[in-house]
């Protein structure tokens, strides 16, 4: 494994940190929250222009044609800004289910539009009444020619203003994974606002009609791998935005203590302060080597469930105790809202509670290795 990034992924780094650094200002992520529910269309297309938004969407479908690493790449970066866009949910949790595993026809309907920024997608991966997520509570029957839906899901980011929601459920044939239309007859939306102003939506299905070229890669029997996978997926996409936050938020810390002065001197040579800043340093260490494994290993195509899971405990378990030592470092700017640390510290604790917590991942391992035992050594 080689951490070294190559040149295609410093490019993709520099172009969108000229772009977010110069779009993304503490005016427009105000606006984004009090007025655009946490969302800023003109930085989002903005991104489709320099074709940001097709990173990982190939060639042929109007995208830049790179995979998962370089999608993470601008993920860190949307995190380091803490961008109000819904990338994860339409770059991870919509658009790489189609690239990988949708047929021809899903691809070219989809993938044009969500590079040139004119289709938001998002996924409902968390049941109500489901035990686990890969077993999904939600049903699909069969009714002639098309599928009839029932179900809850909760927490569906970005829902009411997408057009599509992929949607795991149920079949007698096993799992299956379906792009549904949020307009549908029998879809009701749930909408609520977190303390980020990102909107998180509880989708009701009731006995909702999707027809046949809505089931993803046409196919009903290989919905449980692609579940699994995505699911695997979705906590790299995390952890590398909150990779992204904390790194930032750290640099933000260290540029106030070395500014700050207290007693005649910057706060930053006080001991105190030095110990819980290299604490925050050795976090960030941990995040960005177990990210940057876990999203390697993904994008090589081998299993990497495990190490999935320890990206997660980190982003969860370090993100959480940098956001909190950021805004203590601050003094009473941590929780001054014309200051920008406090929406680190939000959006920090957002991701966490995303991952589900520090606490279910290491269960997630533990139950794991019960199982399989510890990794062979390489």
């Known amino acids: 494994m080689d951490f070294r990034f190559r040149e295609e992924?410093?490019?993709?780094?520099?172009?969108?940190?000229?772009?977010?650094?110069?779009?993304?200002?503490r005016e427009r992520l105000k606006a984004a929250e009090d007025e655009?529910?946490?969302?800023?269309?003109?930085?989002?297309?903005?991104?489709?222009?320099a074709n940001l938004l097709g990173v990982a969407v190939p060639e042929a479908h109007g995208g830049m044609g790179f995979g998962l690493l370089e999608l993470c790449v601008l993920l860190e970066e949307l995190g380091r800004v803490v961008a109000p866009v819904p990338a994860v949910a339409t770059l991870v949790l919509g658009a790489l289910p189609i690239t990988e595993w949708g047929t021809d026809a899903q691809r070219a309907?989809?993938?044009?539009?969500?590079?040139?920024?004119?289709?938001?997608?998002?996924?409902?991966l968390g049941d109500v009444g489901g035990d686990a997520p890969e077993r999904p509570a939600t049903r699909a029957d069969r009714r002639g020619p098309a599928w009839v839906l029932s179900g809850e899901k909760r927490g569906v980011p970005h829902a009411h203003r997408t057009q599509r929601i992929l949607v795991p459920a149920r079949t007698e044939a096993g799992v299956a994974l379906f792009l549904l239309d949020p307009q549908a007859p029998g879809v009701s939306l749930g909408r609520s606002?977190?303390?980020?102003?990102?909107?998180?939506?509880?989708?009701?299905?009731?006995?909702?009609?999707?027809?046949?070229?809505?089931?993803?890669?046409?196919d009903a029997r290989g919905g449980a791998?692609?579940?699994?996978?995505?699911?695997?997926?979705?906590?790299?996409?995390?952890?590398?935005?909150q990779l992204g936050v904390a790194a930032r938020a750290l640099e933000i810390t260290a540029d106030h203590v070395r500014e700050r002065v207290q007693f005649g001197v910057p706060i930053g040579s006080f001991q105190a302060v030095q110990h819980r800043a290299a604490?925050?340093?050795?976090?960030?260490s941990a995040m960005r080597w177990t990210t940057w494994r876990a999203a390697w290993l993904l994008s090589e195509g081998r299993p990497a469930t495990r190490a999935a899971s320890?990206?997660?405990?980190?982003?969860?378990?370090?993100?959480?105790?940098?956001?909190?030592?950021?805004?203590?470092?601050?003094?009473?700017?941590?929780?001054?809202?014309?200051y920008p640390i406090h929406r680190y510290f939000l959006q920090s604790k957002a991701l966490e509670l995303e991952l589900g917590g520090a606490t279910r991942e290491l269960a997630r391992l533990g139950r794991d290795m019960a199982r399989c035992g510890?990794?062979?050594a390489s």
């Open 225 to 241: 791998l692609a579940l699994g996978r995505l699911q695997d997926l979705a906590r790299v996409a995390h952890a590398a935005v």
């Open 193 to 218: 606002v977190t303390s980020t102003g990102e909107p998180l939506c509880d989708l009701t299905l009731q006995e909702t009609p999707v027809e046949e070229d809505a089931l993803l890669g046409g």
């Open 36 to 49: 655009g529910g946490g969302f800023d269309p003109a930085l989002w297309s903005r991104l489709a222009e």
């Open 9 to 25: 992924q410093e490019l993709v780094r520099g172009l969108a940190r000229q772009i977010l650094e110069t779009e993304v200002t």
């Open 109 to 124: 309907r989809w993938l044009p539009a969500l590079a040139a920024g004119k289709a938001i997608l998002s996924a409902a």
């Open 310 to 338: 320890v990206a997660a405990f980190w982003a969860a378990e370090g993100g959480a105790r940098i956001a909190a030592a950021a805004q203590h470092l601050h003094g009473g700017l941590g929780v001054d809202l014309d």
């Open 279 to 284: 604490d925050c340093w050795t976090d960030l």
């Open 374 to 376: 510890p990794p062979q």
